[in-house]
Structures are given as structure tokens and as C-alpha cells.
């Protein structure tokens, strides 16, 4: 599945979704994470596979900030084998350190340009709209995943690409999750506590957790936040299908720091519900590392029997 460059920034490809890429899990957010990484390495001359920095050390293209908009008709857990997308992605210039990539995945077909303006307004119910922010990082002690340290690769060629309007800058939102341990501006209005605040351990898991360099895996996090998720579900009552059958119209992250393997991590979990809109919820996830925050994630999320109701 080669990409196609359609302008100095921007490249598309057509995709089937494959058994590895799809379900009620995170499979499909480490597809997207590959094709950011392959956008930057088919636009910026430099391998994101295999960077190294002027040192000879490698360097990896982290991700930092991940946002994810869709709609009840496209979502990233209603993908099923076979299904076929169009994804046009577009890459922003950050500086030497940073990069931002714009991904539309689309049913096969319905191509469009990726345009801030018309991304920004989320507005199209066939469109999954991704926004991924990444730092070039390297390992500042052999062996340990703390401390991470940002360290461009050589090569590495950024000033052609467009700059994001100012407007669109995801620097605010997770500043905030950074600075308040949410996405949200305060207690949510118009909602009401879904449950009582509700806290769990998770040891990162060498088996499943890691990437190939030993670092806990970008797309673990979302895992781990799902692992939460289905716990909250599990103290409301609610069965293992309605967890399966549920919609995410939107989710952010902000990862702030790494963990090793064997770590015990603490995560947080506070959730909202609208009243009189069953099953329309707000849950907030904050991982924490002996008491160094590593993630932040907020999620709207439809449970089964709302999306039942309405069909």
C-alpha cells in the first residue's frame, strides 16, 4: 500500500481494512501511527523507521498530542474487515523538533483535500478526522523510558511544508490537559457525574504493552484507557456487548512522559452523562507513574443502547 504525493505536504492512499487493523481495540490508531510516521518519511527526506540524530543515537517521532473526531455513520470501531478507505494526509511545519499531520480517512471514493479550515469544522459524517502533534525524542539514560529528551534527526527538512494557522494550533488544548489533567474547561455543563470518581492500578505489561525500542507504545495508551473504560462500564452494570458496541466520537490524548515495563500505573477516571440523552457520556482518564502524570485522555463517548435507540 504505497502513498501517492499530491502536493509538497500532502499524500493519499487507498487502504482495505485488514483483520491486523480493525475491532473494538486500538489496532486501528496504531495504523493510523504508521501512516504518520510514512508521511513524514515520504515528505521530510528522513526515515521516521530508522532516525538517528547527529550523534549517531535514534531519535523517534513521538506522538504528543492525538485527536480523533468521527460520527455514529464513521468511527474507528465500526471498521470491519474488508472495508475500503480513502486517507489523505497533510503535514505542517513545527520547527526542527515537532510536527503536526492532518489525516482524513474516508470511504473509498470520497477523496477530499485537507483544507484547516474546512478540518477544523469536523462537520462531515463519512469522515474519521485525525490530528497528530510529534516530537523528535531520543533516550536521555540507555535502558530507561523516563526523562525522554527532544533530539531532531539529521535530515530531517521541515521548511516547505505549510504552517498551520495560528487558529488551529493544538498548543491551547494540551496545554491545558498538561497544566489541568483534562481536555475540558471545567466541569462540563449541562451534565451531571455518571459515577463517582473511581480509581485502578495497571502494571505495564512487557507481553503486550511495549514497542520493538522498548518503549511503551503510543497506541498501548489508548489500550490502557479502554482497560479503564470497560472497568467504569463493569461498576455501572452494564454487559460486555454494550461496551463492544460502543461509538467514540471523539477522543484526545496528551502524553506527557513514558513508563517502564513493570511499572504500576494509577489511573483516574471521573465521567459525566446528559441528562435526559441516555448513554451520551464524557469520560476523563488521567495515567499517572508514582505520581508523575504520563497521559491525559477525554472522550465523548455513545454506549450501545443509545446508539440502538436512535438507529
Known amino acids: 500500500m504505497s502513498a501517492t504525493r ?14 491486523g487493523m480493525c ?12 501512516w504518520t510516521w510514512e508521511t513524514v518519511s515520504d515528505l521530510c527526506d528522513v526515515n521516521a523507521f530508522d532516525a538517528r540524530n547527529p550523534d549517531g543515537l535514534p531519535t523517534y517521532l513521538s506522538f504528543y498530542y492525538f ?24 503535514a505542517f511545519d513545527f520547527g526542527s523538533e515537532s510536527i503536526l499531520v492532518l489525516h482524513q480517512v474516508r470511504p473509498e ?23 497528530n502533534f510529534n516530537r523528535w525524542i531520543t533516550r536521555s539514560r540507555p535502558g530507561s523510558n523516563e526523562d525522554l529528551v527532544t533530539s531532531s534527526p539529521s535530515g530531517f527538512r521541515h521548511d516547505h511544508l505549510p504552517r498551520l494557522p495560528a487558529a488551529y494550533s493544538p ?8 497544566t489541568q489533567g483534562t481536555f475540558l474547561d471545567g466541569p462540563p455543563p449541562g451534565r451531571v457525574p455518571l459515577a463517582p470518581p473511581i480509581t485502578f492500578e495497571y502494571a505495564v505489561d512487557p507481553s503486550r504493552d511495549l ?51 513493570g511499572s504500576v ?41 443509545e446508539v440502538s435507540d436512535d438507529a
Open 23 to 34: 475491532g473494538p481495540n486500538a489496532l486501528f490508531v496504531g495504523q493510523l501511527g504508521d
Open 67 to 90: 485527536h480523533i473526531r468521527a460520527s455514529r455513520d464513521m468511527h474507528v470501531h465500526g471498521l470491519e474487515f474488508g472495508d475500503r478507505v480513502e486517507v489523505t494526509s497533510r
Open 265 to 305: 500505573l494509577r489511573i483516574a477516571v471521573d465521567s459525566w452523562r446528559k441528562p435526559g440523552v441516555p448513554g451520551d457520556e464524557l469520560v476523563n482518564v488521567v495515567l499517572s507513574d508514582r505520581g508523575r502524570t504520563i497521559a491525559v485522555s477525554t472522550l465523548h463517548v455513545l454506549c450501545r443502547q
Open 109 to 131: 471514493g470520497e477523496q477530499g483535500p485537507v483544507d484547516p479550515r474546512r478540518f477544523y469544522r469536523f462537520d462531515d459524517p463519512k469522515c474519521v478526522y485525525v490530528e
Open 211 to 261: 514497542n520493538g525500542v522498548g518503549l511503551l507504545y503510543f497506541a498501548s495508551y489508548f489500550s490502557i484507557v479502554d482497560w479503564a473504560l470497560l472497568r467504569l462500564w463493569q461498576r455501572l452494570g452494564r454487559d460486555v456487548r454494550s461496551f463492544l458496541g460502543r461509538v467514540v466520537l471523539d477522543q484526545q490524548v496528551c502524553y506527557l512522559g513514558n513508563a517502564d515495563a
Open 171 to 178: 498548543r491551547l488544548a494540551y496545554h491545558n490537559a498538561r
Open 6 to 19: 499530491l502536493d509538497e505536504s500532502t499524500v493519499t492512499r487507498t487502504a482495505t481494512v485488514t483483520p
